[in-house]
């Protein structure tokens, strides 16, 4: 059982790592019950690398799923994260809740350096670094489209279920941040449902760090979702946190993936 759950820990830390050695992504909160494991879903985050804005931070991600007896499933992330003025992030995440903490909390550290070219997943548990090469999109790979800026009026390919409200500024976590709220219905029969199924969710994004300082989510098919950053912290972040520990052995994940019988490469399927 033990080696089941390592062999779901190690996958997780895979798709994590290959969404940050494609994009170079900071974390966000999640539309999904993925969270521990989603920092490539947050729709604002463009897929660049921010520089000359280095802060530091503590995050929280907390998921609730209430079930139709009543009964409630909670997952919790909590974390650290910053980012240098030359654009490397560090993420230190502390899993509490769902399928990967059966043996108790799990720590996971992602870094992700586009000076060297590199992104990394760092197990404290076995003191592995599973490595993989940053592949930054170009312009005609990537062009501008909602996912990657803050827009309310950006169109989406589903307005006609899809109403964004601008919220206005405030002042959140000591930033100025934008609000936007959406409600997304999705129509009676669409997905064999009885009954129209409305979610909505509500983002602060700070336009000066270029991060979301806070996210809300309440869907009925996963739950409520409330993503926080707090104790923001501006200027460089010491230079250790994005130096991999000399007592750690670093793994190449494409390599590790050709052993386990796939591809060259590690594939992320798409999602919305």
């Known amino acids: 059982m033990v080696k089941k759950i390592e062999q779901v820990v190690f996958a997780a830390m ?35 690398v921010v520089t000359g ?28 994260t910053a980012r240098d003025r030359q654009g490397r992030t560090y993420v230190q995440q502390t899993i509490t809740g769902g399928l990967l903490v059966q043996n108790g909390p ?30 930054m999109p170009t312009d005609a790979e990537n062009p501008p489209s909602p996912r990657g800026s803050f827009s309310p009026g950006n169109p989406h390919p589903d307005s006609a279920n899809r109403v964004e409200t601008d919220l206005g500024t405030q002042t959140i976590s000591g930033v100025t941040a934008q609000g936007k709220s959406v409600t997304h219905t999705i129509p009676s029969g669409a997905i064999g449902n009885a009954q129209p199924v409305v979610s909505t969710s509500e983002t602060w994004y700070s336009p000066d760090l270029q991060i979301p300082v806070l996210a809300k989510r309440n869907d009925p098919r996963s739950g409520q979702s409330t993503y926080t950053v707090t104790n923001i912290q501006r200027g460089d972040p010491p230079a250790s946190l994005f130096q991999i520990p000399s007592d750690y052995t670093i793994q190449d994940a494409s390599a590790m993936h050709q052993e386990r019988g796939g591809g060259p490469g590690f594939h992320v399927p798409p999602h919305d």
């Not at 989603?38 to 897929?47: A, L, T």
């Not at 409630?72 to 974390?79: L, M, V």
């Not at 996971?108 to 404290?124: E, H, K, Q, R």
């Open 53 to 80: 804005a280095p802060y530091s931070a503590d995050i929280t991600d907390q998921m609730i799923q209430t079930l139709a007896d009543g009964n409630t499933i909670q997952h919790t992330t909590t974390g650290h």
């Open 106 to 135: 799990t720590t996971i550290t992602f870094i992700s350096d586009p000076v060297a070219g590199y992104s990394y997943v760092l197990n404290p548990t076995t003191k592995t670094a599973v490595r993989r090469a940053i592949k």
């Open 14 to 48: 895979l798709m994590s790592v290959a969404a940050y050695g494609q994009a170079g992504l900071p974390p966000g909160p999640p539309p999904g019950p993925h969270g521990a494991f989603g920092p490539e879903h947050f729709s604002f985050h463009s897929r660049k």
